[in-house]
């Protein structure tokens, strides 16, 4: 059966090999590495050849690290049943992988002191930042060391809070001060949320700096967590390494490859193996990331010039909440108390599974006034099935912060929910598209109550009830430099007048919104729902950058062409002390 598995491998490799995927190569005068790793490992597993490849070529090289690996990173597949740790003892975990990091730093040739950064947002919290913690709500607290802010002395901003412009200028500055030619850097499909979170606070990033500094580097997309991958398990040194089959099947990515020379597979191998905490329980499956091979890639951007047009995208199945029973088998060896979890596990997922339904593709189209997304699944869907769709936009001349955060809950007949961040909006702001089919599920957003943006961050997700079936990888839209200015006056539908005074509680995809958080954000911010670009949502947030209490008047929307003003820095630091939430919802 092993011998099965590795056949098809080899067999898939070289079926692998023969799309089109271009060597990488670094060395040109002035090139520059960053590596940006969620935790402390994905640098060796995912670029530890490349990072050699740098060093030795005399690529200056800086890795940069979101979190301190201080969760455990494979317990999100069990978070509901993870024991209760002693914070103090989770930051210790977090103090041992930074000193494992350093270690494997050195067996790749680099100088830890002077290559690395330690940023020290929560492991297994930064998806919730991007996707709840910004403006006025109060930071996150992370699960397990009860932080609101970055606890760590070793990080690079300590006392940074567990908010989502915090994370934004620590990123956005470490990219700016090195400068690189190439990121390596996750996917935007990786099943791991701060996989995914590192990505899309990176996109932004890379936007900001684009727009302000002309500073384009290539994006390296580096895959680690995705079912059944890699295979075959194990180390196998000799074998070329594949991407997985449902990031290659999709067909839309430009693969890069770098080949590692031997004795960069026998240094990353002993880099992989520095992450000794890691490898304790799972040694097998990391070292099957030590292959002849490394290949990078990311999705295409979804461009709509001028804000108008259409594209298709296929999703096929991430296979979001499948099991990979691999994997699991190996944890099992190490502790037969994780093969008791994934037993529990597969009964919840049985429970649902008649009413599964996976994504086929989203149709995304623009008629310049309204976004229009339309998710495709594999069967019809019965009225306890809901979408949840997520539009982070980005401008040049607005914070990020700032942006709208509106997330979207719908049904086959109805709009569930409209919210952006803790405030919820009344459904009238969006609607159904006319003509959806049985197993179609979709909304039109006008552009304006995104805040007009030049691109857009998009994702879906499905439910059946509150329980999640499937998942979307989220998406860049490039809606063009100028995004449309809509006059009030032609606008085909205005923003919702809100519910006065109506608590909101955070924007969660599988329930009905509710009132469990914080009703002195959400009384702050009530009255500033109209969501034009450019105008502060957000009285409420303790900011340098917004020294007035009144909000200020829209101004007009900048001229295609005209290049905008810079953004003045986002809030920081003063929230650090701030309490975060007391129940923070689990999303996935
Ligand atoms: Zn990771």
């Given at each position: 059966?092993v011998a099965l598995?590795?056949?098809?491998?080899?067999?898939?490799?070289a079926?692998?090999?023969?799309?089109?995927?271009e060597?990488?190569?670094l060395?040109?005068d002035?090139?520059?590495l960053?590596?940006?790793?969620?935790?402390p490992?994905d640098?060796a597993l995912?670029?530890?050849?490349?990072?050699?490849?740098?060093?030795e070529?005399?690529?200056p090289?800086?890795?940069?690290?979101?979190?301190?690996?201080?969760?455990?990173?494979?317990?999100?597949?069990f978070?509901?049943?993870?024991?209760?740790?002693?914070?103090?003892?989770?930051r210790r975990?977090?103090?041992?992988?930074?000193?494992?990091?350093r270690?494997?730093a050195?067996?790749m040739?680099l100088?830890?002191d002077?290559?690395?950064?330690?940023l020290?947002?929560?492991d297994?919290?930064?998806?919730r930042?991007?996707?709840?913690?910004?403006?006025?709500v109060?930071?996150?607290?992370?699960?397990?060391?009860?932080?609101?802010s970055?606890?760590?002395?070793?990080?690079r901003t300590?006392?940074a809070?567990?908010?989502?412009?915090?994370?934004?200028?620590?990123l956005?500055?470490?990219?700016?001060?090195?400068?690189?030619?190439?990121v390596?850097?996750p996917?935007?499909?990786?099943q791991?949320?701060?996989?995914?979170?590192l990505?899309?606070?990176?996109r932004?990033?890379?936007?900001?700096l684009?727009?302000e500094?002309?500073l384009?580097?290539l994006?390296?997309?580096y895959p680690?967590?995705?079912?059944r991958?890699?295979?075959?398990?194990?180390?196998?040194?000799?074998?070329?390494?594949a991407?997985p089959?449902y990031?290659?099947r999709?067909?839309?990515?430009?693969?890069?490859?770098?080949?590692?020379a031997?004795w960069?597979v026998?240094n990353?191998?002993?880099a992989?193996?520095a992450?000794?905490?890691?490898?304790?329980?799972?040694e097998?499956y990391?070292?099957?990331?030590?292959?002849?091979?490394?290949w990078?890639?990311?999705?295409?951007?979804?461009v709509l010039p001028?804000?108008?047009?259409?594209?298709k995208?296929?999703d096929g199945?991430?296979g979001?909440?499948?099991?990979?029973?691999?994997?699991i088998?190996e944890l099992?060896?190490?502790?037969?108390?994780?093969?008791?979890l994934a037993?529990?596990?597969?009964a919840?997922?049985?429970?649902?599974?008649?009413?599964?339904?996976d994504?086929?593709d989203?149709?995304?189209?623009?008629d310049?006034?309204?976004l229009t997304?339309?998710?495709?699944?594999?069967?019809?869907?019965?009225?306890?099935a809901?979408v949840?769709?997520?539009?982070?936009g980005?401008r040049?001349d607005?914070?990020f912060g700032?942006?709208?955060?509106?997330?979207?809950?719908t049904?086959?007949?109805?709009?569930?929910?409209?919210?952006?961040l803790?405030?919820?909006?009344?459904t009238?702001?969006?609607?159904l598209?006319?003509?959806?089919?049985?197993?179609?599920?979709?909304v039109t957003?006008p552009?304006e109550?995104?805040?007009?943006?030049e691109?857009l961050?998009?994702?879906?997700?499905?439910?059946?009830?509150e329980?999640?079936l499937?998942?979307?990888?989220w998406r860049a839209?490039?809606?063009?430099?100028?995004?449309?200015?809509v006059?009030?006056a032609?606008?085909?539908k205005?923003?919702?007048?809100?519910?006065p005074?109506?608590?909101?509680?955070?924007?969660?995809p599988?329930?009905e919104?509710?009132?469990?958080?914080?009703?002195?954000?959400?009384a702050?911010?009530?009255g500033?729902?109209?969501?034009a670009p450019?105008?502060?949502t957000?009285?409420?947030?303790?900011s340098?950058?917004?020294?007035?209490?009144?909000p200020?008047?829209?101004?007009a929307?900048?001229?295609?062409?005209?290049?905008?003003a810079?953004?003045e820095?986002?809030?920081r630091?003063t929230?650090a002390?701030?309490?975060?939430?007391?129940?923070?919802?689990v999303?996935?």
């Amino acid at each position: 059966m092993v011998a099965l598995a590795f056949l098809l491998a080899v067999a898939w490799t070289a079926a692998a090999r023969g799309q089109d995927a271009e060597p990488l190569l670094l060395g040109d005068d002035g090139d520059r590495l960053l590596v940006l790793a969620p935790h402390p490992d994905d640098e060796a597993l995912g670029a530890g050849g490349l990072i050699q490849e740098a060093v030795e070529l005399g690529v200056p090289v800086k890795v940069c690290f979101l979190t301190m690996g201080d969760n455990n990173e494979l317990a999100f597949m069990f978070v509901r049943k993870h024991p209760v740790v002693m914070p103090g003892a989770v930051r210790r975990m977090g103090e041992t992988r930074c000193a494992e990091a350093r270690e494997a730093a050195r067996r790749m040739g680099l100088d830890p002191d002077r290559d690395l950064v330690f940023l020290g947002y929560p492991d297994f919290g930064t998806l919730r930042i991007w996707n709840d913690h910004w403006r006025d709500v109060t930071p996150l607290r992370s699960m397990l060391t009860r932080a609101t802010s970055v606890p760590y002395v070793q990080a690079r901003t300590p006392g940074a809070a567990y908010a989502g412009e915090d994370l934004l200028e620590d990123l956005t500055e470490v990219i700016r001060e090195f400068r690189p030619t190439h990121v390596a850097m996750p996917t935007a499909a990786d099943q791991n949320p701060d996989h995914r979170a590192l990505y899309l606070f990176a996109r932004v990033a890379l936007w900001t700096l684009a727009a302000e500094e002309g500073l384009e580097p290539l994006r390296l997309g580096y895959p680690v967590h995705y079912p059944r991958w890699p295979s075959p398990r194990g180390l196998h040194p000799a074998l070329d390494a594949a991407p997985p089959p449902y990031l290659l099947r999709s067909g839309e990515i430009a693969w890069r490859v770098h080949s590692l020379a031997p004795w960069q597979v026998t240094n990353k191998l002993e880099a992989v193996r520095a992450h000794r905490s890691q490898c304790t329980y799972s040694e097998g499956y990391l070292s099957s990331f030590v292959r002849a091979s490394e290949w990078f890639g990311d999705f295409p951007d979804i461009v709509l010039p001028g804000g108008v047009g259409q594209e298709k995208v296929e999703d096929g199945d991430t296979g979001a909440f499948s099991q990979d029973d691999a994997f699991i088998g190996e944890l099992a060896k190490a502790d037969p108390a994780w093969l008791k979890l994934a037993e529990q596990q597969d009964a919840e997922e049985a429970e649902v599974a008649e009413a599964d339904a996976d994504f086929l593709d989203r149709n995304i189209s623009s008629d310049g006034r309204n976004l229009t997304v339309v998710c495709r699944f594999s069967r019809p869907l019965s009225p306890r099935a809901s979408v949840t769709l997520r539009f982070h936009g980005w401008r040049a001349d607005t914070p990020f912060g700032e942006m709208p955060k509106l997330a979207v809950c719908t049904g086959p007949r109805k709009v569930k929910s409209v919210t952006d961040l803790n405030r919820r909006l009344d459904t009238s702001a969006v609607a159904l598209p006319g003509g959806l089919a049985r197993g179609e599920l979709g909304v039109t957003v006008p552009l304006e109550l995104l805040g007009n943006p030049e691109k857009l961050l998009l994702s879906a997700r499905i439910a059946f009830g509150e329980m999640p079936l499937d998942w979307a990888s989220w998406r860049a839209v490039d809606l063009g430099t100028g995004a449309p200015a809509v006059p009030a006056a032609s606008a085909p539908k205005a923003p919702a007048v809100p519910k006065p005074a109506q608590p909101a509680g955070p924007a969660d995809p599988y329930a009905e919104v509710t009132a469990r958080r914080g009703t002195a954000a959400t009384a702050s911010g009530a009255g500033s729902l109209r969501l034009a670009p450019r105008v502060s949502t957000a009285p409420g947030r303790p900011s340098a950058s917004k020294a007035s209490p009144t909000p200020e008047p829209p101004t007009a929307p900048a001229e295609p062409g005209k290049k905008p003003a810079k953004p003045e820095p986002p809030s920081r630091r003063t929230r650090a002390a701030s309490a975060g939430s007391a129940d923070e919802p689990v999303v996935w």
